[in-house]
């Protein structure tokens, strides 16, 4: 049997055809075979589940690789590249098809399974401008500790808070503001995240306290991002209460909650070990720059 948080690529057996793109009559084939590892593959199956396979939504085309009949490897090749493979056969067919696909802005994942696909994918004579080491924590269990009365989930009247915010940590965090690159994108991400209810926000006299997204919302896990705390505030416990109720509320409805950390981060890192939250896995992102 398969155990979550294992990275099964081995060996391919039988007949195995190139990659094809998947088909929306293979949606929920798809999802069964993400639901094998649901930790690792929340985004994928996330964007399937909201989306649809066929989406400009998805900001790319997912892809199956089969061998007799059964799906070995499922991939996202867009704007950001992600992959999920049982076999090498898998992996590397996936490496070839997005050697020859339109550049993506990122590859993201395990770090086993990064690297293998990128010793492949590098020939293409793309380069790494940038590479980050992330922490996968997870939390099953929201610890019992004060909690903030005031968390609610975002609306529409919040999106310029929103956008601002998101903007600030994308830029401070890549090196690239969305706002800039893509305003109107950006803009339309984060209304329709919001009009999803996947923003909360706790704001006190025009104040932003604590802020997160959920980025991918199944219901074995859900993925949190950009979580915010006013930098001036910080140590204070906002973070902790506004991030144990989100948490607790979430928990409820969901097997567990998710998220990805700078390596760096040793402080950080400290934050979310008092509220519970569990290491994982090591993943890395591959911020992609243009062949000379």
Request: charged share 25%; with cysteine; aromatic share 8%.
């Amino acid at each position: 049997m398969r155990q979550e948080g294992e990275n099964y690529v081995g060996k391919a057996c039988g007949h195995a055809s190139q990659p094809e793109p998947l088909r929306e009559s293979e949606q929920q084939q798809a999802l069964t075979f993400l639901q094998e590892r649901p930790l690792h593959t929340v985004y994928m199956a996330s964007l399937i589940r909201d989306n649809g396979v066929q989406s400009p939504l998805n900001r790319g085309r997912f892809y199956r690789y089969m061998s007799n009949g059964e799906i070995e490897g499922i991939a996202l090749l867009g704007h950001a590249t992600l992959i999920e493979a049982r076999t090498e056969s898998a992996l590397s067919s996936f490496a070839r098809l997005a050697q020859h696909s339109s550049l993506p802005h990122l590859i993201r994942g395990e770090e086993d399974l990064v690297m293998r696909f990128w010793n492949q994918y590098e020939k293409s004579g793309q380069s790494a401008s940038r590479v980050c080491r992330e922490l996968l924590l997870e939390q099953k269990q929201s610890p019992a500790i004060k909690e903030a009365t005031g968390l609610r989930q975002a609306t529409l009247n919040d999106l310029e808070t929103v956008i601002r915010v998101n903007s600030e940590m994308a830029l401070a965090e890549s090196g690239s503001d969305p706002l800039q690159r893509d305003p109107e994108g950006f803009r339309s991400r984060v209304t329709r995240r919001i009009k999803r209810g996947r923003n909360w926000i706790w704001v006190e006299g025009g104040r932003v306290l604590f802020k997160a997204d959920i980025i991918a919302d199944t219901p074995q896990v859900i993925y949190l991002e950009g979580i915010y705390v006013d930098p001036e505030l910080r140590g204070n416990g906002y973070g902790s209460m506004g991030l144990t109720a989100l948490t607790r509320k979430l928990l409820s409805r969901s097997g567990s909650v998710c998220l990805t950390l700078n390596a760096r981060k040793e402080k950080t890192r400290s934050f979310y070990r008092r509220a519970g939250y569990v290491f994982r896995s090591h993943y890395d992102t591959i911020y992609l720059q243009a062949a000379n």
